[in-house]
């Protein structure tokens, strides 16, 4: 514990936001991952438990695509297209036998994969750590905000996430499209029997939740390390994110992904070695105060 | 609903009158069981199953402590390997520690699970399905972060190092390798009985009842929370008990035993097994040992095969082992009498 360090940093402008840029990237990428996770489980009803998986295949292909190519434009397209494809393939062949099977079924079609991706990751790219670098568009001189250091790639980051965040909400709220796959969340026999094909609207969803998970990855590829299994924490934290928002809830996503990465950035001042605890103990504070999460609805 | 209740009628009918008759049958099984376990190193110089045994000890007391939550009660815990981690731990701090003889460790091991699963459980049986999952998840990995960041009480990600002392007690020698296999086979066969006691008693039955229908239990008259606090705690220590027997098997504790693949493992081996026979964990902790050994043995990369065969289970089969089996030869009897 160094609550010195912490005490200090709240103290200082230049490093409040340092930390709060820091939390906010790591809070955009885990809310594109989570929304995505929220969003299979709003509609599917499937805890998509190799979501993580998918960001790890995002960061993988954008870096295979920035060194074939050298553009950072064409690199994350890859990295959201290719993990769009795969995440329809995968529902279509997979994910689509198990629905109404018991919940743990799912998990274990889903836990398989973990391993059989994270082996094929292996296989393909090799287990030793991997870096993209940061793309020479963005190799350019930090801002200084108040004293505080802000790459210009976190604004983008961030940038995009919002975007991406903005559009979902209005597309799922206002679209035709948004609004069938309402229908299917809520009643998917009806919007069967009114002529609707809803085997289309679930790979859809799947491949729409693959394709963020992907762009995460993407967006993390030029600052974080890749490496087989990088998955996992990123879909552990994740977890925490949708069910301290609320399962289902896209606002709340939003919401406990930026509470997440604040209290990650900050945690990290504070008590560096429990950092990971202290999310832990944020979640279950949440859930005992409040089982469905933050904006969760109530069971029906 | 009618096929529901001729159903419990059924098979309620037979644990009143047969149950004594049962239990007779049951313990006769056990002891058989244990002679035959314990009588493998007569017959063998092989460390190596030894020790494959041993693990299954371990591991199956884990996997069928489990078993009562998911497969009796309904309670998918994804944090259920804390209370395995705990006990290695617990065991471990203890006997470093305090230099107590072993029997006094081991009972304070379970009194310290018992008190931290009755604090975790009391918050978590609150919650439905993935809620429950989920925050048994969190408070084993807040556990997991508090061990790794206590690094000068746990040694960190180092785990606890330094091997565990063994002193002999009441002329058993643990630090003996055949004392130490028979008792953990010992422990295992006790384990698996008293699981099966708690299975097959009234409580046991209200535990399915829960896991059916739990409003209707609750309309019974049944304290549904008090009923799930306490298979929580029970399968806590059980599970604890496994904890134990690895942690004197490797002679330390590693954080990785209070790591959430733990918890996977232990929901893996169940499926693969079976969660609706009594014994199907226990199959399924064989397996899953039999099947890491080998592949590992001829690939490093062992997750694309067990991915294949979990897919397997499944997908192909759609129940574990144990529970296929069982269905196939009720299957067949039933065809029998038909003709």
């Excluded at chain 1, 992907?214 to 998955?231: D, E, F, K, N, Q």
């Excluded at chain 1, 900050?266 to 859930?287: A, H, K, N, Q, R």
């Excluded at chain 2, 037979?14 to 002679?35: E, H, K, N, T």
């Amino acid at each position: 514990m160094d609550l010195d360090a912490l005490a200090g940093c709240l103290s200082s402008s230049a490093c409040l936001v340092t930390q709060t840029t820091s939390g906010f990237i790591i809070g955009m990428l885990l809310f594109l991952v989570a929304v995505g996770l929220t969003l299979i489980f709003g509609v599917l009803k499937v805890v998509n438990f190799s979501h993580g998986a998918f960001y790890m295949f995002g960061a993988y292909f954008a870096m295979t695509a920035y060194q074939l190519t050298g553009s950072f434009a064409l690199a994350m397209l890859a990295g959201a297209a290719g993990t769009a494809i795969l995440g329809l393939v995968f529902e279509r062949v997979f994910m689509s036998r198990v629905y109404g099977a018991d919940v743990l079924m799912q998990l274990l079609v889903c836990y398989a994969f973990v391993l059989i991706f994270d082996d094929v990751v292996r296989i393909i790219w090799g287990p030793e750590f991997k870096s993209m670098g940061m793309p020479s568009a963005f190799q350019v001189m930090p801002l200084f905000i108040a004293g505080g250091v802000v790459p210009p790639y976190y604004l983008l980051l961030i940038g995009v996430a919002l975007v991406a965040a903005i559009v979902l909400g209005i597309g799922l709220s206002r679209s035709r499209i948004g609004k069938v796959i309402r229908a299917a969340a809520h009643n998917p026999g009806m919007v069967s029997a009114l002529g609707i094909n809803t085997g289309l609207i679930y790979g859809g969803v799947f491949a729409l939740g693959g394709m963020l998970a992907g762009l995460a990855g993407a967006l993390a590829a030029p600052v974080r390390s890749l490496t087989p299994g990088m998955g996992f924490s990123v879909l552990i934290e994740s977890f925490i994110v949708t069910v301290i928002g609320g399962m289902g809830s896209i606002l709340g996503a939003l919401i406990g992904a930026l509470l997440l990465g604040l209290i990650r950035s900050f945690g990290s001042l504070g008590f560096p070695l429990f950092t990971e605890g202290l999310m832990y103990l944020f979640m279950v504070i949440v859930l005992v105060s409040k089982p469905t999460g933050l904006f969760g609805k109530e069971a029906a | 609903m009618t096929e529901l209740e001729a159903g419990r009628a059924q098979t309620l009918a037979p644990v009143r009158s047969g149950a004594a008759l049962q239990r007779y049958r049951d313990v006769l099984i056990a002891v058989v069981a244990f002679a035959v376990l314990a009588s493998l190193p007569l017959f063998t110089g092989s460390k190596a199953l030894l020790d494959f045994v041993i693990r299954c000890s371990a591991y199956g007391l884990f996997a069928t402590s489990l078993n009562l939550l998911v497969g009796y009660t309904g309670l998918t815990s994804f944090g259920h390997g804390m209370f395995f981690g705990l006990g290695a731990y617990g065991f471990g701090l203890i006997m470093q520690k305090l230099a107590v003889p072993i029997p006094v460790a081991f009972i304070a091991t379970l009194a310290i699970t018992a008190v931290v699963a009755a604090i975790i459980g009391a918050i978590c049986v609150r919650l439905k399905e993935i809620y429950f999952a989920f925050v048994t998840l969190a408070f084993q990995m807040l556990i997991h972060s508090t061990i790794l960041s206590w690094a000068s009480f746990t040694g960190g990600d180092q785990g606890l190092r330094g091997g565990i002392p063994r002193p002999a007690f009441l002329g058993i020698n643990l630090a003996n390798h055949v004392h130490l296999y028979i008792a953990s086979c010992a422990l295992l066969i006790l384990g698996l009985l008293a699981m099966r006691q708690i299975a097959q008693s009234p409580f046991g039955y209200t535990l399915r009842m829960i896991r059916d229908n739990a409003a209707r239990a609750s309309f019974l008259g049944i304290d549904v929370w008090r009923a799930k606090l306490t298979v929580f705690v029970l399968a806590a220590l059980f599970a604890s008990m496994g904890g134990m027997v690895m942690a004197l098997f490797v002679s330390g504790a590693y954080p990785e035993f209070a790591y959430w693949t733990i918890s996977g493992e232990g929901i893996f081996i169940n499926m693969l097994g079976g969660v609706s026979t009594f014994l199907g964990p226990m199959v399924g902790t064989v397996l899953l040992l039999l099947l890491n050994d080998t592949v590992t043995r001829f690939t490093e990369y062992h997750g694309i095969v067990l991915g294949v065969v979990i897919l397997f289970f499944a997908l192909g089969l759609r129940k574990g082992l144990l529970d296929f089996v069982s269905e196939w030869i009720s299957q067949r009897r039933d065809a029998g009498e038909g003709r």
